[in-house]
């Protein structure tokens, strides 16, 4: 997006950093920046390495979209574009990153610490190691960081996160067979409740509903404003009919088609297909005192969906006119060996 003539561009970039993660930092010195620039950054202490992922006006509307500010002060500033020497410091503490997390997890078993140690970032100038690590409970690891500080020879920080973000900075592949949304596109985290597949009408199964992180997908939420939207028309399934032959009781209902089923009591296997507008007659009428005589007069018959008979329009082929022809060479070798077996039973 560019500005319009005469007005100043965003002095603010957002810079991404190792596993997606992204901080909005300020062009102070007016630095020709692009998409895929690798810059230096303010950081505490020294500088770190990033690429900057997105710079002019869409990056105002990011700041207002994560309610960012600009005058807040975790909007740092961009010191230079990296050199050479910055990018080389860079990738060889990257290097290291996977060693020290096999040793880092060495300790900690150790030491018996209840937490797993699940990924390493090292700043850009190699100066401060961050360890990300998952626990369920509190942990004291002050005696862990002593050791690695003994055995690393560099200045660490703990910080822990949630199992969704240990997810998102492993990434992996989801049952849908793509990427998991968290580590590629999905920034935010909502909660997902049991009560979004009760919505939806999805089996309660917990190896079933549950990614990768051990929680409930979040792809349950995706969908489900919509199904909200649809049941608001629809009566509550705990409601009964008051009718005149009796009460009848929700047994099963279908939002996509608009359809419920219902049975009397007593008469469990014989359900009466309603639509939605049929179903909230009969409640608002028995509210008025006027009950209707039964679920026989409003019951909707159900369509029968013609099929198709699908011809061969080619022609009755043999499946087997492709195989090679058997030559009349191996039925007289069979008979002839069927002859001399014969002959040689006879002779004994």
């Known amino acids: 997006m560019r500005p319009p003539q005469g007005t100043t561009p965003f002095d603010i970039v957002e810079v991404r950093f190792k596993n997606g993660r992204k901080h909005f930092f300020k062009n102070l010195d007016r630095f020709s920046l692009s998409i895929g620039d690798i810059v230096a950054t303010e950081a505490s202490p020294g500088h770190d390495i990033g690429i900057v992922t997105l710079t002019g006006e869409l990056v105002r509307v990011q700041m207002k979209r994560k309610k960012v500010k600009e005058e807040d002060e975790e909007v740092k500033k961009i010191y230079r574009k990296a050199s050479q020497k910055d990018i080389d410091i860079w990738q060889m503490a990257r290097d290291k990153e996977e060693?020290?997390?096999?040793?880092?997890?060495?300790?900690?078993?150790?030491?018996?610490?209840?937490?797993?140690?699940?990924?390493?970032?090292?700043?850009?100038?190699?100066?401060?190691?961050?360890f990300y690590y998952t626990a369920e409970?509190?942990?004291d690891?002050?005696?862990?960081i002593r050791e690695f500080a003994q055995e690393f020879r560099t200045r660490i920080e703990m910080r822990q996160i949630g199992f969704r973000q240990?997810?998102?900075r492993l990434g992996g592949i989801g049952s849908c067979g793509r990427e998991l949304c968290c580590s590629t596109w999905l920034t935010d985290f909502r909660s997902v409740n049991t009560s979004a597949a009760r919505y939806q009408q999805l089996s309660?199964?917990?190896?079933?509903?549950?990614?990768q992180c051990g929680k409930l997908k979040c792809c349950l939420n995706y969908e489900l404003d919509a199904y909200l939207d649809a049941l608001k028309d629809f009566p509550k399934q705990d409601v009964k009919l008051k009718t005149a032959k009796g009460m009848a009781i929700c047994q099963k209902i279908d939002i996509f088609k608009g359809m419920l089923w219902y049975a009397y009591e007593g008469e469990w296997t014989?359900?009466?297909m309603l639509t939605v507008v049929k179903a909230n007659e009969i409640i608002e009428r028995a509210k008025s005192g006027k009950p209707v005589a039964g679920l026989e007069d409003f019951v909707t018959e159900v369509e029968v969906e013609e099929t198709t008979n699908f011809e061969n329009v080619v022609g009755q082929d043999s499946i087997n006119r492709f195989d090679k022809p058997r030559s009349r060479n191996n039925k007289r070798k069979k008979s002839s060996r069927k002859a001399k077996r014969k002959s040689q039973k006879n002779a004994q």
């Open 204 to 211: 309660l199964n917990p190896q079933k509903l549950a990614g």
């Open 166 to 168: 240990e997810a998102s």
């Open 141 to 144: 690891f002050r005696q862990l």
């Open 270 to 272: 014989n359900w009466h």
């Open 99 to 130: 060693s020290m997390k096999v040793r880092a997890r060495e300790i900690a078993l150790r030491l018996q610490l209840k937490m797993k140690i699940s990924d390493i970032e090292f700043q850009g100038d190699g100066s401060k190691a961050t």
């Open 137 to 139: 409970e509190r942990v």
